[in-house]
């Protein structure tokens, strides 16, 4: 069944509000319920940036349409860091599809990107959402990569010893942490973290460390009952040995030490070396992300 547009509202904005952050979460559990297909919209992170940051309107990162000012479709830029390179990600009400309401929140977002002139702009959709692939293609994105997203199942991760240590990063390390994230994750296809941007709240980087020398960095995001890793990685010169399971292990440990048991993570499908070390260490795909390319 389809519901009329009786008294529709479109908001633009640079951050989202608390309430904004409850509705889009509505809406987006509602629309799992319906399609059983996952969404990327970041929305902890940029409430967290909300928090902490003067309101202004330099750039909109968010789309949010209304119908008798109860919140029916919702599309959103992420773009890193001060990144370069913009994601699209959004969603309708299922009762509220087929009208157009998408696309134009869509057009309004290639205008807003368009203007901040971004290197590359990826559309995303989960890998079992037809209705998400139809439009992409439609509006001639091109396929460039695609992600899972894994969960710790086992969690069996006690650390009796290890010769792997993690220190929380300081200030100091942010030339290493981009020099590691040049080397990790400057190519296509790949996430990248700028350490340009101050860390998060709930956000911490640690460092690894062999002996007291740094070997990598791993990144972990925390919340009430969840923590998401990301930004993960073993210097060249000693991979191949075991520290990347060990540092893994060890960040899991830590999680777990903050009475935290669910924990995520993001890995391209194509990196066979990380989902082996993440499948040893206890995690499993959940569902795949595709990633387009859009030309604007």
């Known amino acids: 069944m389809t519901e009329k547009l009786s008294n529709?509202?479109?908001?633009?904005?640079?951050?989202?509000?608390?309430?904004?952050?409850?509705?889009?979460?509505?809406?987006?559990?509602?629309?799992?319920?319906?399609?059983?297909?996952?969404?990327?919209l970041e929305l902890d992170y940029k409430l967290n940036?909300?928090?902490?940051?003067?309101?202004?309107?330099?750039?909109?990162?968010?789309?949010?349409?209304?119908?008798?000012?109860?919140?029916?479709?919702?599309?959103?830029?992420?773009?890193?860091?001060?990144?370069?390179?913009?994601?699209?990600?959004?969603?309708?009400?299922p009762d509220f599809r087929r009208k157009g309401l998408f696309k134009k929140l869509f057009e309004l977002a290639i205008d807003e990107c368009r203007k901040r002139r971004f290197n590359k702009l990826l559309l995303l959709t989960d890998g079992n959402s037809n209705s998400g692939i139809e439009f992409i293609k439609a509006v001639?994105?091109?396929y460039d990569f695609s992600e899972y997203r894994m969960r710790l199942i086992n969690k069996n991760n006690e650390i009796i010893k290890s010769s792997i240590s993690l220190r929380e990063a300081g200030k100091h390390d942010r030339k290493e942490i981009a020099r590691q994230n040049s080397i990790y994750f400057n190519h296509s296809g790949e996430f990248v973290c700028f350490p340009e941007e101050e860390e998060q709240i709930n956000e911490t980087t640690y460092m690894v460390e062999l002996e007291e020398a740094v070997i990598g960095k791993i990144k972990v995001e925390y919340s009430d009952n969840s923590a998401f890793i990301s930004g993960f990685g073993i210097l060249p010169d000693y991979r191949g040995k075991g520290y990347g399971k060990e540092a893994l292990k060890v960040a899991l440990w830590l999680i777990n030490g903050r009475k935290i048991y669910e924990t995520e993570l993001d890995v391209e499908c194509k990196n066979k070396n990380a989902l082996d070390l993440y499948k040893d260490c206890g995690f499993k795909e959940q569902s795949v992300m595709n990633y387009y390319n859009y030309q604007i």
Do not use: W
């Open 8 to 40: 529709p509202m479109i908001s633009l904005k640079q951050y989202i509000s608390e309430k904004d952050f409850k509705e889009i979460n509505q809406l987006r559990e509602l629309c799992f319920l319906h399609d059983k297909t996952n969404l990327k």
């Open 49 to 93: 940036i909300s928090r902490n940051t003067e309101v202004g309107l330099n750039t909109i990162d968010e789309f949010l349409y209304y119908n008798d000012e109860a919140l029916v479709a919702y599309l959103g830029i992420s773009s890193f860091g001060g990144s370069n390179v913009g994601e699209i990600n959004g969603m309708v009400h």
């Open 140 to 142: 001639k994105g091109e």
